[in-house]
Every structure is written in structure tokens, then in C-alpha cells.
């Protein structure tokens, strides 16, 4: 099985929210201030940062996603959440969850400092 799992994407309108989550109890590195987060990928482009979350309730986030997405952590059932609110047809995209245990990611939203991440789960935004 995967390390870490994502689950909750939906088709959803414009101006609605969303709660993605992501199974971590697999992935190799654990404890409270592994540096976790999530980026996405939109359908023909590159991939984007979304935000991160380490110790405790240290986050960070993308300006496009400031103010609307929240990032929390279970981390007694290694649980990853990725809340979204008031969602916009540009939030369209693969969500990925993923593990930085070298800090890389949550220092500077730095992708290249990704370890692993899962298969992903679709969020479609109409209006």
C-alpha cells in the first residue's frame, strides 16, 4: 500500500467548501514535528504549493490559497486535512498530500524538497 493516501476530492460550485484528508500512519517518517503539507496540480500545468504544516500548528501558504485553505494534523491517527473554503474554478486540480522530513518544503514551499506523496485526489470547481 501507499504511504500516504488522499481522499475527498469532489466535484463542488464555485464559492463552496471541501475537506481533503490524507492517511499517513503508513508513511516511513512520523512524529509531531515532521514537516508535512500539500501542493496541487492543475489539469496541463505544472505543479503548485499549497501549504504546509509542522510542529504545532506551525503553517504556511500559498498566496493563491492564503485566507481560504487551513491545514491541520491528527497526529495520534497520522491524519493530514486539507480544509478548503469559498473554492474558485482555479482551485481545479490533482491534490497531492506529502512528506518533508528534511524541512525543505515547509522552510520556503520548496517542491523540490518533496519525499514522497500519494496518488492524489481530484477537487473539479464549476460555476
Known amino acids: 500500500q501507499d504511504e500516504l493516501m488522499e481522499s475527498g476530492g469532489d466535484s463542488v460550485q464555485v464559492g463552496e467548501s471541501l475537506t481533503l484528508s490524507c492517511d499517513a500512519s503508513r508513511y516511513r517518517y512520523s512524529g509531531a514535528g515532521l514537516c508535512m503539507g500539500w501542493f496541487r496540480q492543475p489539469p496541463g500545468k505544472e505543479r503548485e504549493a499549497v501549504g504546509t504544516?509542522?510542529?504545532?500548528?506551525?503553517?504556511t501558504y500559498a498566496h493563491s490559497v492564503e485566507g481560504r485553505f487551513t491545514i491541520t494534523r491528527d497526529n495520534a491517527k497520522k491524519m493530514l486535512f486539507l480544509h478548503m473554503f469559498n473554492l474558485k474554478p482555479e482551485d481545479t486540480a490533482m491534490y497531492y498530500c506529502?512528506?518533508?522530513?528534511?524541512?525543505?518544503?515547509?522552510?520556503?514551499?520548496?517542491?523540490?524538497?518533496?519525499?514522497?506523496w500519494g496518488r492524489g485526489t481530484f477537487v473539479n470547481v464549476s460555476s
Open positions: 506529502a512528506g518533508s522530513p528534511g524541512r525543505g518544503y515547509c522552510h520556503n514551499l520548496n517542491l523540490d524538497a518533496l519525499h514522497k
Open positions: 504544516f509542522e510542529g504545532v500548528e506551525k503553517t
